[in-house]
């Protein structure tokens, strides 16, 4: 990883808009087209309104590829289910500033059990929450929709936080990549990225197009890549 700005374009795709009955081919579709990690969205039905799937279900399609897996923990107080999410194979672990009440000694544990520790701001929390963490992440995740959903509308705004926070990790001399998740299509990938964002997460965007995963993972990669360029 560099600490300069232009650091690598990762494509994430989110699951949610697979066919649950078929997870199994989803990720290994989802490989064959070139993705960098697969994010699993974990939602509990209380820090947002809708409920997905736990560890078993990751660790099911965990042996059917090798490419690493991430957990997106939607999950109030997410500590109790942090060890199961890395037996189930995830490599990263994100929980929400929002989720934890001690969020310094919940990213202190993740980083106890061996793997990659992740913070992510929905949309009305300002970066400056994280400010105090931002030296034992790897990553930050900026929401742009609020959680709980695929298929909203990006929210156009949270530019200027990406901008704001890659300012920080640049004056910090920090390494910290910074994820976009929610409305990520070939309309509005540009701006995530020109701001300073250098991983894409897209649910609808690759699952909707009909050209398939493979040309919308390297559509979404390239529009990317010559916006980091600018
Ligand atoms: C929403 C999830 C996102 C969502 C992305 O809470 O965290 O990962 O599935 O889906 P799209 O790309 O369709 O907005």
Redesign the pocket.
Known sequence: MTTTSARPIEIVP?V??ADFSRLGEAVQGLEKAGVDRI?W?I?DGTF?PNLTFGADVVAATRPLVSVPFEA?L?VHEPTWILDTMVEAGCRLLIVHAEACLHLHRTIGRVRELGVAAAVALSPATPAAHVEHVLDMVEMVLV?T????????A?IPTMERKVAELRRTILDRGLDVDIEV?????VATVAGAAGAGANVL??????FKDPAGLGHATDELRSLATAAQRG
């Open positions: 989110s949610l808009p994010q969205d939602m947002v997106h939607m929401m929709v609020n959680p709980g959903f695929g298929g909203q990006y998740d929610g409305g990520i299509s997460v897209a649910g609808s965007a690759l």
